[in-house]
C-alpha cells in the first residue's frame, strides 16, 4: 500500500526530497529484496522506463525551492519526481498564514487537487497521505492548513499524516509564532496524527551527537530525514502477520491516537552518531532500549544529557501529585526496533504501567513494531514515536509568545488584510489552551 | 522633469536596458518646490504616469512589488516621487510598495529641503509599505572611511578596490563622478535586499516578507538599514575573525545608512540577510551573542528575521544586511522637524509654495501633525523599554 507525499512550502519540499532519497537508499542497500520491493512500492511507481518516480506533489508559492529539490532527485540517478508532479507560483506568500489560508489555497486549489488525484489513482491501494512542512513561514504553514483541508474532503476515509517542522525558539520569522498558532488549531480538526521535529532538537543532535561544526539546514534535514525514515520505512507489526505492514499510517494512528484530543506526536530516534564513528560503535539492545525509555521518562530529546533522577510514580503517588514534575506521561508509544537480534529484543520496560495514563491498559497503549533489516547503515536503531507530554513545553512557549504579541496587536493589520480576524485568532488561542489543557492533565 | 539626467543615462552604458517609451521627462524641473513636483507635476502627468506604469506591470507575469528610489530634499523626487506612489497604491492596491528614500543631511544645499520632507514624509507614512530611510552624511562618513583605510596605508590594511561597497565593480562605471561613491552604497543595499529572490538559498527572504515581519502596525515602517563589510582586504594574512566581526559591525553605528543609535533605543524588529557561505549555526550563534546588548520590545523578544543566501557579493565571501525596525529613527524625524520649525516659524520661502494651484496652509500644518503622531508613536514605544513587562494573562479553560 502506497503512501503519497506532499511537500509544501520551502522546508516541506527540501525535508521531503532528503526522505525519499534516504528511503530509497537505505531499501536499495545491500540484500534486502523483501524490504526494497515493500518500501518501493509504499513510495514510488516505476515508469515506463523503469525508473523509479516519486509518489510525490511539491507544492510552493515561488519556484527556487521545489526546482532545486526535483533536480537534486534527478541527479542522484537512482529516482526523480514526476515531470508535472509540482506545481509553483512567483511571488511567495510573504511569511503570512492568511496569504496562504485564504488567498493562495483557494486561488490553486483546482490545480492542486488535481496533482494529487493523478497520484493517488496510480495507486493500487492507498495507505494514506502524507503532508510534510513548517509552520513558521506563509506557505507550508498557510497553504499546507489549506490543501490539508481540501484532502480530508476529498479522501475523508484517508490517513492524513501532517510532519510538521517546528522553528527555532529564536526567531527565524517574527511572525512565526502566529502562523505556528494558526496552522496548529485548524489541523487538529483536519489531520489524524501530527507528528513533529523542533529544530532546536535536531540542532543540538547535530552539535552534540554528530559533532558538526558548521551545521547548515541541509544537516539539520538529514536527521530529521534520518528519523523520519525509520519510522515510515516497512516494518513487521503485530497486525501485519509476517509480512512487512502495507497500513503503515493507519496502524500509527491507531495506535497512537485514540482521542482527538491527543495528537502530538513527537519522534525520538537512537542512535546518531557521526558516519566516520560507526566503525568504532556497537551497540547493544539492551542498552538502547534502557536509554530510549529513560529519554521517554525525563522528556529528553536526544542522548545525551539524560537525567537519570527522573523515575515514573507509582499509582498511588500519582492522584496526589497534581505537578507531574519532570516526569513525561505518555498516552500511547510505538516502538521500532530495526536491525540485528532485533527479534530477540526485551521490551517489557515499555510496558511499565507507570508510564502511561489511566486510560488505556499498557498492552493497549504500546506496540512493537520490528525489521531484522538495519536501518541506514545503523546495525540496530530504536525509534520511538510517543503521543505524550513531551511537546507540552514548547507548544506552551508557542502559544505564550503569541498571545503576549496578540495583547498589543502587533502585527495583526497584516492579517485582517488577507481575511483573517481576531475572531480567528481568538479561536485558534482557544483551541490550543484547550490542548494543552488536555496534556498538562494527562495522569 | 528635466532632461539632464535622463538624457546621461540613455548615453551611458546601460542604455540598452531602459525601454524609451517608459521614460518621462519636463524641461524645467521643480525648482526645489515639492508643491511643483506633486501638484503641478503630478496632474499634469496623472494620466500618462499611470500608463506607462500599467505597460510595465503587464509585462510581469507577476508582480511582486514596487521599488521607488527617490531624494526627500528636492522637487521632483520629492512631490512627484510621492504622487506616484499614491498613485500605486490606487492602481494596484495588493502590490508592495517598498521606497528607498534619500534624506537630506543638516548641511544640505538646499535650503527648502526641510518643507520638502516633511511634505514627502506624510505621503510616506499613508502610502508605503516600508521606508529605507538613507542620509547623505551617513553615506559621506562612510565614503570617508573606506578612502582613509585604502590610504593609510597601514600594513594589512590594504583594501582590494574592487570590494569596496562604492567601488561600482561589477557596474560598468567608467570615469568616476560625483556622488557616485555614495550611490554605489545605495545600490549595494538593494542588492541585498533583493538576493533572496534573485538567487537560491537555505533559507529564502522574500521582499514581501520583510514588510510582514518588520511592521508591527501600519505607520511604523521606516527600517534603518545597515551593511557589512564595507570592503574587504586583501592581505590573506589578516585573521579572519571576520564572520563573527561582520555581525558584530552591522549593530555598530558607522555601518548605518542613517545616523542614529539604534543599540541605545528601542528594537521593534530586526532583519538579518545574509549572503554567502554562511551557516544557519554560524547565524544562530550570533544572535545569541549579540541579543543580550540589543534592547528588544517586550512582546517581540525574539524579533528576528533571518534569511540565507547562498550567492555572495560581488568581491566578497559573505556580507550582511541588517534592517531594524528600530525607535532611534524618531531622533532623526525629531532633527528634521526642527529644521522645518525654523523656516515655518518665519514663514521663510512659504509664498514659492502657496503660489502652487492645489496647494494650501493646511497642507504643512497637516504634515506636521502627521510626522508629530509619527514621533509620538515611537516615543510611546521607547517608555516602555526596559520596563519589564508582565506577561499577558492566558486564557483559561473551564474545567
Known sequence: MSVVTVQLGQCGNQVGQQLLHSLLCDAQEGQRKELCTASRERFFHQDTHGELVARAVLIDMEPKVINQSISRAARSGMWRYGETSHFSQKQGSGNNWANGFCVHGPAHREVVEELVRREVERCDRLSGLLAMMSVAGGTGSGVGTYVTQCLRDVYPKSFILNHLTWPYGTGEVIVQNYNSVLTLAHLYQLSDAILVHENDTVHQICSQLLNIKHISFADVNSVIAHQLGSVLQPALTADSQGAYSRNPLGELVSALCCHPEFKLLSVSSIPQVPLASMAYSSFSWPSLLKHLRQMLISNTKMEEGIDWQVRPLAAAERSRNLTAGSFNTSLANVLILRGKDVYSTETAGFEDPALYSSWLSPQEAFSVWKSPVPFNKYEKSATLVSNSQALLRPLDSMVGGAWNMFASRAYIHQYTKFGISEEDFLDSFSSLEQVISSYKELR | ?399
Open chain 2, 1 to 399: 522633469m528635466e532632461e539632464g539626467v535622463v538624457n546621461e543615462i540613455l548615453q551611458g552604458p546601460l542604455r540598452e536596458m531602459f525601454d524609451s517609451t517608459q521614460l518621462l521627462t519636463d524641461v524645467s524641473g521643480s525648482g526645489n518646490n515639492w508643491a511643483v513636483g506633486h501638484m503641478t507635476y503630478g496632474s499634469a502627468y496623472r494620466e500618462q504616469i499611470v500608463d506607462k506604469l500599467r505597460k510595465a506591470a503587464e509585462h510581469c507575469d507577476c508582480l511582486q512589488c514596487f521599488f521607488l528610489i527617490h531624494s526627500m530634499g528636492g522637487g521632483t523626487g520629492s512631490g512627484l516621487g510621492t504622487k506616484v506612489l499614491s498613485l500605486l497604491e490606487e492602481e494596484f492596491p495588493e502590490v508592495c510598495r517598498i521606497v528607498t528614500s534619500i534624506y537630506p543631511s543638516a548641511e544640505d544645499d538646499v535650503v527648502t529641503s526641510p518643507y520638502n520632507s516633511i511634505l514627502a514624509m506624510r505621503e510616506l507614512t499613508e502610502h508605503a509599505d516600508c521606508v529605507l530611510p538613507v542620509e547623505n552624511q551617513s553615506l559621506v562618513d562612510i565614503v570617508k572611511k573606506i578612502k582613509h583605510m585604502s590610504h593609510s596605508g597601514k600594513p594589512g590594511t590594504v583594501i582590494r578596490r574592487e570590494s569596496a561597497i562604492i567601488s561600482g565593480q561589477g557596474g560598468l562605471i567608467g570615469a568616476e563622478k560625483p556622488f557616485d561613491a555614495m550611490n554605489n552604497i545605495v545600490a549595494n543595499l538593494l542588492l541585498n535586499i533583493t538576493s533572496s529572490a534573485r538567487f537560491e538559498g537555505s533559507l529564502n527572504m522574500d521582499l514581501n516578507e520583510i514588510a510582514m515581519n518588520l511592521v508591527p502596525f501600519p505607520g511604523l515602517h521606516y527600517l534603518v538599514p545597515s551593511l557589512t563589510p564595507l570592503y574587504t582586504l586583501a592581505d590573506v594574512s589578516v585573521p579572519s575573525r571576520r564572520l563573527d566581526q561582520m555581525f558584530s559591525d552591522a549593530f555598530s553605528k558607522e555601518h548605518q545608512l542613517i545616523r542614529a543609535d539604534p543599540k541605545h533605543s528601542l528594537y521593534l524588529a530586526c532583519a538579518l540577510m545574509v549572503r554567502g557561505n554562511v551557516q544557519v549555526s554560524d547565524l544562530r550563534r550570533n544572535i545569541e551573542r549579540l541579543k543580550p546588548s540589543l534592547p528588544f520590545v517586550s512582546w517581540n523578544q525574539e524579533g528576528w528575521k533571518t534569511g540565507l543566501c547562498s550567492v555572495p557579493p560581488v568581491g566578497h565571501s559573505h556580507s550582511l544586511l541588517a534592517l531594524a525596525n528600530n525607535t532611534c529613527v524618531k531622533t532623526t524625524f525629531m532633527e528634521l522637524r526642527e529644521r522645518f520649525t525654523k523656516l515655518y516659524r518665519k514663514k521663510a520661502h512659504l509664498h514659492h509654495y502657496l503660489h502652487v494651484e492645489g496647494m494650501e496652509q493646511s497642507h504643512f500644518s497637516e504634515a506636521l501633525s502627521s510626522l508629530s503622531s509619527l514621533i509620538e508613536e515611537y516615543q510611546q514605544l521607547d517608555a516602555t523599554k526596559g520596563r519589564l513587562m508582565p506577561d499577558a494573562p492566558r486564557l483559561r479553560i473551564a474545567r
